[in-house]
């Protein structure tokens, strides 16, 4: 199912409890953490934190990467990127339920990914974006527009989910969901925004107009 918003913390300027206690006031479905410079005690305190507060609401609470910090926090989920460990093996290691999420960077990534049947497909950057250190190449509005409609032809009766991520803003958010986006991810404009929930209400309304 389509769900909207999907945020993902990376380097905020919020405390992380606090981001976490809005995107619940919110109703934000997916709530992922992304923090690849934290020690493992650190991030897996975060993330003992951010699941204390998600718990029993509506908030789903996904680790990126880390299979084993996931187990420990008894997050909802896990993200995978292109070079963790594969679908299969996150499947097996896993207890049954959790969730489990694909980031891809191209089409052919995006339909390797789909074969999965994942919960849902990250697709992008759509635009450039400064966030990862190590960037993948813009894949734009046309891409992402192609591979919503094969998710769709593929699975007719429930579509994967296909997330849109990478340079995403308030500038070009219209031209996002023009595509037939329904599922948005707007790192920076988040992470470095004060005014986190101003944004989050002003951002879901774009999409609901749509």
Known sequence: MDFGLYIIISNPVLAYSKIAEICVRQKIKYLQLREKDLDDRKLLAIAREIKSITKDS???FIINDRADICLLSEADGLHLGQDDISFQDAV???????????????????????????????????FKTPTKKKPDPEVGCDQLKQIITISHNLNKSQDIPIVAIGGIDENNICEIISTGAKNIC?????????????????????????
Do not use: C, W
């Open 92 to 126: 097996d290691l896993l207890p049954k339920g959790k969730i489990i999420g694909i980031s891809t960077h191209n089409i052919d990534q995006a339909l390797n990914a789909l074969k999965f049947n994942p919960d849902y497909i990250g697709f992008g950057p759509i």
């Open 58 to 60: 509506e908030t789903k």
């Open 186 to 210: 707007m790192v920076r404009a988040f992470m470095s925004n004060n005014d986190f929930e101003k944004k989050i209400i002003k951002i879901k309304k774009y999409l609901e107009r749509s």
